[in-house]
């Protein structure tokens, strides 16, 4: 018999850099804006009657604090994640990113196997989100869980939740704030 998983996935309230157009990457200290906690507070009441059981999170600093607003609405437990961080953008992060976009290749950004000097790929961030969903899979099957990301990450993990794989990565970034309902129909797992 299937069974199924219901995430969540929630990208975390603006963050000052978000305010500023700086890449953040893996930074961990950047806190969320007014704005940002007013959206958090927005996916929270998105999200009263979900029934989730938990809320995962990245452990990042913006994601943590949307992701505290969000399990204090719905009383369950936060669970901190280091494999739900947003992808590393390695000498990037900290710059401005129309800067880095006039300085490379559009096709890089899109580009699975193209990593950033000193940060990840989009497949290096598949690989682990895909080892982590499986593992929340056996963890909580026929579950309700929201899962609060990074906008890069995000997009990956829809492209892994909707069973496209890497190749069904898109441009498209969910907006800060923004949750997203997904059924994943899970394998049975072996004996």
């Known amino acids: 018999m299937d069974e199924r998983l219901t995430v969540f996935l929630v990208r975390h309230g603006e963050s000052e850099w978000n305010a500023e157009g700086r890449l953040q990457g893996q930074t961990p200290n950047i806190p969320l804006t007014a704005l940002g906690k007013r959206q958090a507070n927005q996916a929270a009441i998105q999200l009263t009657n979900s029934g989730s059981q938990f809320v995962l999170s990245s452990d990042l600093l913006r994601a943590a604090e ?10 369950v437990p936060l669970r901190l994640e280091s494999d739900l961080r947003e992808q590393s953008l390695g000498v990037f992060e900290g710059r401005m990113a129309l800067e880095v976009r006039r ?12 990593r950033p000097s000193g940060g990840e790929s989009l497949q290096d961030v598949y690989l682990r989100l895909e080892r982590l969903f499986s593992e929340l899979s056996h963890e909580q099957p026929n579950g309700r869980v929201v899962v609060v990301t990074h906008g890069d990450t995000a997009r990956i993990a829809l492209a892994l939740l909707q069973g496209k794989g890497l190749d069904g990565v898109t441009t498209a970034v969910l907006k800060n704030g923004e949750v997203v309902e997904l059924a994943v129909t899970l394998a049975p797992s072996s004996p």
């Open 66 to 75: 949307t992701a505290e607003i969000i399990a204090h609405s719905l009383s």
């Open 103 to 114: 300085e490379t290749d559009d096709e890089n950004w899109t580009d699975p196997s193209w």
